[in-house]
T-cell receptor, first 115, second 116 residues
């Protein structure tokens, strides 16, 4: 069975601070994919990153970076120099088992960036 | 990039009526479509998976007679909530992927259903 745990329900920081959102996953498959999505109040899911299980390289995209550690089954997301527009709910998700079962989402982390 | 259109974005209906939600892939052939449900302040939960031309596969606990899914063409899947009740009020989101690439899912903007 697949499982994604986002232990942080809500995080509140002041603008320009760095913030890390944690994600821990469980799967018995050796081939799987990990995702991060942003969900603003409008509800639409905004795709941020997709990473397959064979690629452990960390990735940086502007102020966003991701740290994939298979040894700890974690795929953490860091926002550097946070901005008010980063305020949203962020979901970590897992796709395994060939993808036939859709995405397994974590419960999400509500990120609040205060001006 | 690929676009998935979901319609309507918001619907209010009376208890006991049926509501149909459409999910269209605008520029690719969606061999597989997924339907998710999200209750307020909760995560997205997969309801069902549909492959073009075949019956949908429902997740445990999802009533297939209440949530009718049709994937009759490679660009359209519909979810019909039959005899809707207030507890069906939720945010419904579809996603679509094309053959051989279920690891890439394109999401619709979602439909907010409110049942009075």
């Amino acid at each position: 069975a697949q499982k994604v745990t986002q232990a942080q329900t809500e995080i509140s920081v002041v603008e320009k601070e760095d913030v890390t959102l944690d994600c821990v996953y469980e799967t018995r498959d050796t081939t799987y994919y990990l995702f991060w999505y942003k969900q603003p109040p409008s509800g639409e899911l905004v795709f941020l990153i997709r990473r397959n299980s064979f690629d452990e390289q960390n990735e940086i995209s502007g102020r966003y970076s991701w740290n994939f550690q298979k040894s700890t089954s974690s795929f953490n997301f860091t926002i550097t120099a946070s901005q008010v527009v980063d305020s949203a709910v962020y979901f970590c998700a897992l796709l395994s088992g060939g993808g036939a079962d859709g995405l397994t989402f974590g419960k999400g982390t509500h990120l609040i960036i205060q001006p | 990039g690929a676009v998935v259109s979901q319609h309507p974005s918001w619907v209010i209906c009376k208890s006991g009526t049926s509501v149909k939600i459409e999910c269209r892939s605008l520029d690719f052939q969606a061999t597989t479509m997924f339907w998710y449900r999200q209750f307020p302040k909760q995560s997205l939960m997969l309801m069902a998976t549909s492959n073009e031309g075949s019956k949908a596969t429902y997740e445990q606990g999802v009533e297939k007679d209440k949530f009718l899914i049709n994937h009759a063409s490679l660009t359209l899947s519909t979810l019909t909530v039959t005899s809707a009740h207030p507890e069906d009020s939720s945010f419904y989101i579809c996603s679509a992927s094309y053959r051989g690439h279920v690891d890439i899912q394109y999401f619709g903007a979602g439909t907010r259903l409110s049942v009075l």
